[in-house]
């Protein structure tokens, strides 16, 4: 199955095979009107098995959410045609109203407009708590 | 400016300094009784209270302050929908310090992050309440004569206790503190206390659901009740609820140098039989408990000696 390259966009990379739907909503593509591919189930050496989500347009990336969702994640600034710059995701120290608590006595399950704050507290483990409740995030 | 939070927000030497105040604040009320006059004490209690709330109001008054404030959410603007954010940045237009406590874990973080005055924690939910915190770490210098190398058993409702959860974060701080935790299966301390600080601190402890096996090994035995209020179902509570009482019988197991602590209020995990005994220090700690929250207040406000 041939896919066409992008002239000028983004490339998200070695994403875990399966996951590339969930990123297209946590990423808030659906909203995007450029043309987006998603290729589910590519041949990885590396992973044996990996989704793309090849974007044709010039965004602003959360890398902070993308971090969060697969560190492993490669996200290639496609210019010209050519790759003009790789870059590598890590766990983000902080979220900020990228996942919401689940606990029911956390103050963010009353207060209005609050900000849904996690820190990552054990990074080996990619554990984040909430900064409010200390409820680790599932 | 200062807010306390959780304990942690205070280094060990900050509370040693605590601790100093208040034990001469106990040995010379005088020196202290008009050294915050002029300033206001609001006490915001979302959640019923007799101790902490009147423990904090006495202490403002015995430093020359004043006090305001509600003692249940009913009575304040919450009943129309107001938010916590809102509340705090109106009442702090009134007063120089806030003590608060509200029944969701966070409220005062929040509120601690718009307001133009110190917040002080006095309970959210199930979570955290340093002011204990440093009740009983002032009850313990004083009773042991220090905070290191001590052996102590927590017992009751571990999962929900707060004051649990703020004493084991303090102690971990301190020298060859060891920890016996004595609860039902389901009442077990919350994995970010387990992994967060007992695992990560590399703490010597032990889980236990059987009382009278342990208690000679501890210098303290730390009883909290089961809370009624943190129970969604009611025949869970009614089923734990008597898991652990604490009776002359059982206090023959005990050191006769063991004290025995309690945050307060007791139901029946302790006979008021045990009150006569010379090692039962829970009314002590109600006393101490009002002149930490003087050292605090005073620290809070920058008030200097």
Redesign the interface.
């Given at each position: 199955m041939n896919v066409d390259e992008i002239k000028t966009g983004v490339v998200l990379d070695h994403i875990k095979a399966g996951k590339s739907m969930e990123l297209y909503h946590y990423l808030n593509l659906d909203q995007m009107d450029c043309c987006i591919a998603i290729i589910k189930n590519v041949k990885s050496n590396k992973l044996g098995k990996k989704d793309i989500i090849k974007i044709d347009a010039e965004i602003d990336l959360d890398l902070d959410v993308l971090g969060y969702l697969d560190p492993n994640i490669t996200v290639n600034i496609v210019k010209d045609g050519k790759v003009l710059e790789k870059k590598k995701l890590k766990l983000p120290t902080d979220l900020r109203n990228v996942i919401k608590c689940k606990?029911p006595?956390?103050?963010?399950?009353?207060?209005?407009e609050?900000d849904h704050l996690f820190r990552l507290?054990?990074p080996e483990e990619g554990?984040y708590?909430?900064?409010?409740?200390?409820?680790?995030s599932k | 400016m200062r807010h306390l939070i959780e304990i942690g927000d205070l280094s060990v030497e900050e509370i040693g300094e605590l601790i100093e105040t208040a034990n001469d604040m106990i040995a010379n009320p005088d020196y202290y009784n008009e050294i915050c006059k002029g300033k206001k004490l609001a006490t915001l209690f979302f959640e019923p209270s007799t101790r902490t709330r009147l423990s904090f109001e006495a202490a403002m008054l015995d430093l020359g302050g004043s006090v305001l404030g509600f003692s249940s959410a009913e009575s304040s603007s919450t009943a129309k929908g107001e938010s916590v954010t809102d509340t705090v940045r109106t009442v702090g237009c009134y007063v120089d310090i806030i003590a608060m406590r509200h029944p969701k874990e966070g409220a005062p973080l929040l509120a601690s992050m718009s307001s133009e005055v110190p917040i002080i924690n006095a309970g959210d939910g199930g979570h955290s309440h340093p002011t204990q915190t440093l009740t009983d770490l002032l009850t313990i210098k004083r009773e042991k004569g220090r905070l290191d190398n001590l052996t102590i058993a927590l017992c009751g409702d571990l999962m929900f206790g707060r004051t649990v959860h703020s004493l084991i974060a303090a102690m971990s701080c301190y020298e060859n503190v060891k920890f016996i935790l004595i609860s039902p299966e389901e009442l077990r301390i919350p994995d970010y206390i387990r992994v967060g600080i007992l695992q990560k601190k590399k703490l010597e402890w032990v889980e236990t659901d059987e009382m009278e096996s342990v208690l000679g090994k501890a210098d303290i035995l730390y009883m909290t009740r089961v809370q009624r209020e943190r129970f969604f179902n009611e025949a869970d509570y009614l089923r734990l609820r008597d898991t652990f009482i604490l009776d002359t019988k059982k206090m023959e197991y005990a050191k006769p140098d063991t004290i025995i602590m309690h945050p307060l209020p007791r139901v029946n995990e302790i006979s008021p039989k045990v009150d006569s005994d010379e090692r039962a220090c829970y009314f002590k700690q109600v006393k101490y408990g009002k002149f930490i929250r003087m050292a605090l207040i005073m620290k809070l406000l920058e008030v200097s000696k």
């Open positions: 606990n006595r956390c103050i963010t399950s009353s207060e209005r609050i507290t054990s554990i708590r909430c900064v409010y409740c200390e409820t680790e | -």
